[in-house]
């Protein structure tokens, strides 16, 4: 069996597909270049035949990244391999990855079909992927965490004999317990000979409906997996993927119990980590283990003193091994373009140009507001750039609130270059900007979510609004961030805004 683990990642896939957190062909690049510092073997890099978009994503993001193999998801239909196949021309290394669903409940309600028929179609698809003459095709049997062992058996050795490579077996519902799971891989491995004699591999893609994704990966890997289907922090369909950066750190501190080597440059973790939650505008639960603000924070006074007397008595990792060693770096106003280059590159994003003249404004005036800024809010500020080609923007904001005071909010918008103002009262500040905001742009919207997240600690600190608002049926998701939260709010409102389709 081989001692290697190939690294797979589905965080520009299987996560962009998360509501509110998609991201642009920019956007993309940007996190599949750093995917790539980070040392991932396989960068799934959308389903090309689901939106134009996807198919240009895939595009670029095969032109912009050298090393890692990039995968195109697929249906067992031939018009998708066809759309794939296209899509990765470009690629210096490439991967079809096309499936069907095997568990009795896919075949009878979702393709009102029978076993047999399942099979051939999976076959067929596998076959018409060979043809397209890419380096390796990867098949996955769609739920076969709830797939009778003996049919997926028949279904994984028929896919290896038409020329697949590679066999994802996903628990895609999350429903698997580790035992039940690793039980499933070892089925197949002791069953099936070109399993067992290296000619394909199995792989894990596990969803975290019960919290269990990353136990059933490791029981995977222990029971003969030797690829992983993983998300920088669990992003992913509902509860989300296993954690790339998990698996990870398992590997690493169990390495003489589980001597497997991969790829992963641990100390690369937390750039990626702050990377994909600033981009796709989703905050990471502060006690996330590995990347969450607390996974390294000790507040226990019996904790604190056995830290203090040997780190190992409380942390079995060493922060700079997932790449803290730098987390405390702040700078000022009085830091130049070149160091704050120099710092966005460390944290995965290029600029150059006009873009990092806009952000280095941008940072120059919240360096004046906070006196010290973090990477956190240096990501924020890259991440709000392209705010500067919305066709609303909010040219500024007057709140007048406090106790037994009515809240009034006066309010300017720049549309299409245009000045428009208004004013309004209401139930607190934010409720009087939105008020006066919708005075001016008349269209039928109402809030249905709200977040606040700050991103440290700290009253002067950058505060992050996430909204969702419905107009004509539609959710949209907005993204706001500023010193002050009302301001924040509005923001995040008008990015919805920006959204809607005309």
């Known amino acids: 069996m081989s001692d290697r683990l190939v690294f797979f990642d589905t965080t520009l896939r299987d ?36 939106s134009p978009g996807d198919f240009n994503s895939v595009v670029e993001i095969s032109k912009a990244v050298t090393w890692p193999v990039i995968c195109a998801l697929t249906r067992a239909v031939e018009s998708d391999i066809d759309s794939a ?35 051939e179609r999976a076959v067929a698809a596998v076959k018409y992927a060979v043809k397209q003459k ?46 039940e799971y690793g039980a499933k891989i070892r089925y197949l ?44 922090n669990g992003v992913g369909e509902r509860a989300g993927n296993t954690a790339l950066e998990e698996i990870a750190m398992i590997l690493k501190c169990h390495r003489q119990t589980i001597p497997l080597d991969f790829n992963i440059k641990t100390e690369r973790i937390a750039a990626a980590s702050r990377l994909v939650s600033s981009l796709m505008n989703m905050p990471i639960q502060p006690n996330k283990a590995i990347v969450g603000r607390n996974a390294f924070a000790h507040s226990s006074g019996i904790h604190q003193d056995g830290v203090l007397k040997n780190t190992q008595t409380y ?34 994003v290029e600029a150059d140009g006009d873009v990092l003249d806009r952000i280095y404004e941008s940072f120059l005036k919240l360096a004046d507001k906070k006196k010290q800024l973090t990477d956190d809010d240096i990501l924020m500020l890259a991440g709000s750039d392209i705010a500067a080609t919305k066709h609303i923007k909010l040219d500024s904001l007057q709140v007048t609130t406090g106790k037994g005071v009515t809240p009034i909010a006066a309010i300017r918008l720049n549309v299409a270059n245009e000045i428009f103002e208004a004013a309004s009262t209401g139930n607190g500040p934010l409720d009087a900007s939105i008020k006066a905001l919708k005075q001016i742009i008349r269209r039928d919207m109402i809030l249905r979510e709200m977040t606040i997240q700050t991103l440290s600690k700290g009253s002067d600190d950058v505060g992050k609004v996430h909204m969702q608002v419905e107009n004509e049926g539609q959710l949209y998701y907005g993204f706001g961030s500023d010193t002050d939260i009302i301001t924040a709010g509005v923001e995040a409102y008008i990015d919805c805004i920006n959204k809607f389709k005309n």
């Open 15 to 50: 996560g962009e597909q998360v509501p509110g957190c998609q991201l642009n062909t920019v956007e993309k690049i940007q996190v599949a270049r750093q995917l790539e510092q980070l040392g991932v073997d396989v960068i799934e890099a959308g389903f090309p035949a689901s």
């Open 85 to 119: 196949a296209e899509a990765l021309k470009h690629a210096r290394y490439k991967r079809i990855h096309t499936g069907i669903g095997t568990s009795d409940e896919h075949i009878r309600y979702k393709f009102n079909s029978t076993r047999e028929e399942i099979l």
């Open 134 to 179: 890419v380096d390796d095709v990867e098949f996955y049997a769609e739920d076969a965490g709830r797939t009778d062992n003996e049919y997926l058996a028949r279904v994984v050795e028929a896919v290896i004999r038409a020329g697949a490579t590679v066999i994802n077996i996903p628990d895609t519902t999350g429903y698997c317990l580790p035992d």
């Open 189 to 232: 491995m002791e069953n099936i000979d070109e399993l067992s004699s290296g000619k394909a591999i199995l792989s894990t893609h596990c969803h975290n409906d019960l919290g269990m994704a990353t136990a059933n990966t490791m029981s995977g890997i222990l029971n003969g997996a030797r690829q992983v289907e993983v998300a920088i």
């Open 315 to 348: 942390e079995i990792m060493n922060p700079k091994d997932i790449g803290l060693n730098e987390n405390n770096i702040v700078m000022t106003a009085r830091s130049g373009r070149a160091a704050l280059k120099y710092r966005l590159s460390l944290l995965g």
